[in-house]
């Protein structure tokens, strides 16, 4: 097991400078552009799979750094180059992370490298949980997973929604209902393969923020899989159900399902992108103030400004370590036992929005002009308190498990 340290090693170090001279270089000078347009930004996808950043080998190392620290590490300095570049890069990870929650070695070993091909042919992959009502509330799901037991294929029907890279992935993981009478705990996950008939884009979505990353409804229209892309196999399925049964006839502990697998897996590094967020509009904020001149000096000298741009690194900082804090303890098996994970998720969310806005305040005119990044950065914050669990779920996640009572 890890300690938990506040002082990355050499490696890290090197690996954190590597990532940010390339959201310095390669994904701030595009970002303008991309989130203009509203289209995924392929070039850079692709610059970024030639140095090595989108790829398997990447991600995995960074996923199993011992301190828990690579991933955040990895999204923070990412996303300090721009959340919507930043999250076509990296969107493809929440699939990956679906298939190593629920998924055998076998279908790892499979699939994943199939998400991200290679530097000549790129690939995207994604995960469709959210359907057009129901969000937050995963027990609504109404996309059904029939077993065809004569041909051993699953078939799928149903819509998805809020979907990163929705349509256009070439692997999708999909989260459908197996058992309606277990509720969330009737869920399992599929993998849709590339081509598969009955899969296409719905609706694609134009959005207030993180604009360069492709967000679309799925359909799914009698979609049917092969009996191996149900996520953990049929055995762990049917012996999951039967416990799931059990509990539900005599009362008892929760069952977690597979879409909150992954979302809880996914929360802390979700804060690291806030977190990335929040800094380069501190940054920008700090760089300004100091050189913006207002009656003769610059405007930093004044409290009203200075005072704000402390608390702006306090709260960037204390996002940070909460952060750090659940990473460390999920690489190291400790569990979240005061929701830790959704306790750095939410602050660090609630923080992107606040310095984000205060930026704009430090820069007045032009911080709401285009000519400057942090309108940009702002309207990218927004998306932190919504996606992958909105601020409200997180403090009900929080609330239930210190308290131990099904607070609604």
């Known amino acids: 097991m890890a300690g938990f340290t506040m002082e990355l090693n050499d490696e890290q170090k090197e690996v954190r400078d590597w990532l940010h001279g390339f959201a310095a270089d390669v994904i701030r000078p595009a970002a303008a552009e991309w989130?203009?347009?509203?289209?995924?930004?392929?070039?850079?996808?692709?610059?970024?799979?030639?140095?090595?950043i989108y790829s398997l080998d990447f991600y995995a190392q960074q996923y199993f750094d011992p301190t828990g620290l690579g991933i955040p590490m990895a999204m923070e300095e990412l996303f300090w180059?721009?959340?919507?570049?930043?999250?076509?890069?990296?969107?493809?990870?929440?699939?990956?992370?679906?298939?190593?929650?629920?998924?055998?070695?076998?279908?790892?070993?499979?699939?994943?490298?199939?998400?991200?091909?290679?530097?000549?042919?790129?690939?995207?992959?994604?995960?469709?949980?959210?359907?057009?009502?129901a969000g937050s509330d995963v027990a609504s799901l109404r996309t059904r997973a029939v077993y065809d037991e004569a041909k051993d294929e699953w078939v799928l029907n149903g819509t998805k929604t809020?979907?990163?890279?929705?349509?256009?992935?070439?692997?999708?993981?999909?989260?459908?209902?197996?058992?309606?009478?277990?509720?969330s705990k009737g869920h399992a996950s599929f993998i849709v393969p590339p081509n598969t008939p009955g899969l296409s884009q719905g609706q694609k979505?134009?959005?207030?923020?993180?604009?360069?990353?492709?967000?679309?409804?799925?359909?799914l229209d009698d979609v049917r899989v092969p009996g191996s892309c149900l996520l953990g196999g049929r055995e762990k399925l049917d012996e999951r159900l039967a416990r799931a049964r059990e509990k539900?006839?005599?009362?008892?502990?929760?069952?977690?399902?597979?879409?909150?697998?992954?979302?809880?897996?996914?929360?802390?590094?979700?804060?690291?992108?806030?977190?990335?967020?929040?800094?380069?509009?501190?940054?920008?904020?700090?760089?300004?103030?100091?050189?913006?001149?207002q009656f003769g000096r610059p405007i930093i000298d004044n409290q009203g400004v200075a005072f704000q741009l402390a608390d702006m690194r306090t709260s960037v900082d204390a996002a940070r370590l909460l952060v750090w804090r659940a990473s460390w303890m999920a690489a190291n098996g400790?569990?979240?036992?005061?929701?830790?994970?959704?306790?750095?998720?939410?602050?660090?969310?609630?923080?992107?929005?606040?310095?984000?806005?205060?930026?704009?305040?430090?820069?007045?005119g032009n911080?709401?002009?285009?000519?400057?990044?942090?309108?940009?950065?702002?309207?990218?914050?927004?998306?932190?308190?919504?996606?992958?669990?909105?601020?409200?779920?997180?403090?009900?996640?929080?609330?239930?498990?210190?308290s131990g009572m099904s607070i609604r």
């Open 334 to 364: 400790r569990p979240f036992t005061a929701a830790e994970g959704s306790m750095s998720k939410l602050f660090a969310s609630e923080t992107a929005k606040t310095v984000t806005a205060q930026a704009i305040q430090i820069l007045g």
């Open 248 to 293: 539900a006839r005599v009362g008892g502990e929760r069952v977690r399902n597979a879409a909150m697998a992954t979302f809880e897996a996914s929360r802390p590094a979700v804060g690291a992108m806030a977190v990335g967020t929040a800094r380069a509009a501190y940054e920008v904020a700090l760089e300004y103030a100091t050189t913006r001149e």
């Open 205 to 219: 979505f134009k959005k207030h923020g993180i604009r360069a990353s492709h967000t679309a409804e799925v359909v």
């Open 81 to 133: 180059g721009d959340a919507g570049i930043a999250l076509s890069i990296v969107g493809t990870g929440l699939a990956a992370v679906g298939v190593l929650a629920n998924g055998t070695e076998e279908q790892i070993g499979t699939w994943i490298p199939q998400m991200y091909g290679d530097a000549d042919d790129v690939k995207v992959a994604a995960f469709c949980s959210s359907e057009p009502d």
């Open 162 to 183: 809020w979907a990163t890279n929705g349509g256009i992935a070439d692997v999708h993981v999909v989260v459908a209902v197996v058992d309606p009478g277990l509720g």
């Open 35 to 52: 989130d203009e347009r509203e289209e995924t930004p392929w070039p850079v996808i692709q610059e970024a799979a030639k140095v090595g």
């Open 367 to 402: 911080g709401y002009t285009r000519e400057y990044p942090v309108e940009r950065m702002h309207r990218d914050a927004a998306i932190y308190t919504i996606f992958e669990g909105t601020s409200e779920i997180q403090r009900l996640v929080i609330a239930r498990t210190i």
